[in-house]
């Protein structure tokens, strides 16, 4: 069974950075587009970013472009989320997914989330 | 940028069919996957490509992509579909999310 382990969730205060982590379970998922998804409290789902399968393509949301930086190391089959200049409103769950690489693709797979809190 | 729009809430009987609707700007040209979400859970995608269901998803579960309207019908829906749902495309290359549904089943 495919699965996907997120890690890296803490509290930092506004205007720091966390890098959080997606372990994939087989090298098969390292083909594929993976993202990250959060969800704030009591709030819906907000997609974050996407890589693509060889780690050279990615595309942001425009609330994190410029602050959040996407990255794969296929080797260590880990997706990687840098967050830099957290502010509160970045306060969510945050969901490791594979899919996000184009208008046909699916996240057909979830991560169990990591919880990141924004607060002084 | 593009926006999905969703009613924030529906409420069926057990038994009766659900349609959950996510409307958007000429919709039908884009495809349109669904995901179901119980508290305390991860997202599980229930229908893919407007009308794909995933082989571990009941056939109750069916959807529908026409016109600015895509929908998610759940016939002789059960307690246990109780959860929030939520539409997804893809414009632009971005991904866009609908605010959710939460379906109550009483």
């Known amino acids: 069974e495919e699965q996907l382990l997120d890690s890296g969730g803490d509290l930092v205060q506004p205007g720091g950075s966390l890098r959080l982590s997606c372990a994939l379970s087989?090298?098969?998922?390292?083909?594929?587009?993976m993202s990250w998804v959060r969800q704030a409290p009591g709030r819906g789902l907000e997609w974050v970013a996407s890589v693509g399968g060889s780690g050279t393509v990615t595309y942001y949301a425009g609330s994190v472009k410029g602050r959040f930086s996407i990255s794969r190391d296929n080797s260590k089959k880990t997706i990687f989320l840098q967050m830099n200049s957290l502010r509160a409103d970045d306060t969510a769950v945050y969901y490791c997914?594979?899919?996000?690489?184009?208008?046909?693709?699916?996240?057909?797979?979830w991560g169990q989330g990591t919880m990141v809190t924004v607060s002084s | 940028s593009y926006e999905l729009t969703q009613p924030p809430s529906l409420s069926v009987s057990p038994g009766q069919t659900a349609s959950i609707t996510c409307s958007g700007y000429k919709l039908d040209d884009k495809y349109v996957n669904w995901y179901q979400q119980k508290p305390g859970h991860s997202p599980v995608v229930v229908m893919y490509?407007?009308?794909k269901r995933p082989a571990d998803i009941p056939e109750r579960f069916s959807g529908s992509n026409s016109g600015n309207t895509a929908t998610l019908t759940i016939s002789g829906t059960q307690a246990l579909d109780e959860a929030d749902f939520y539409c997804?495309?893809?414009?632009?290359?971005?991904?866009?999310f609908g605010g959710g549904t939460k379906l109550t089943v009483l």
């Open positions: 087989r090298v098969s998922l390292t083909a594929y587009a």
């Open positions: 997914a594979k899919g996000g690489g184009g208008p046909s693709d699916v996240f057909d797979i």
């Open positions: 490509e407007d009308s």
């Open positions: 997804q495309t893809w414009d632009s290359n971005t991904v866009v």
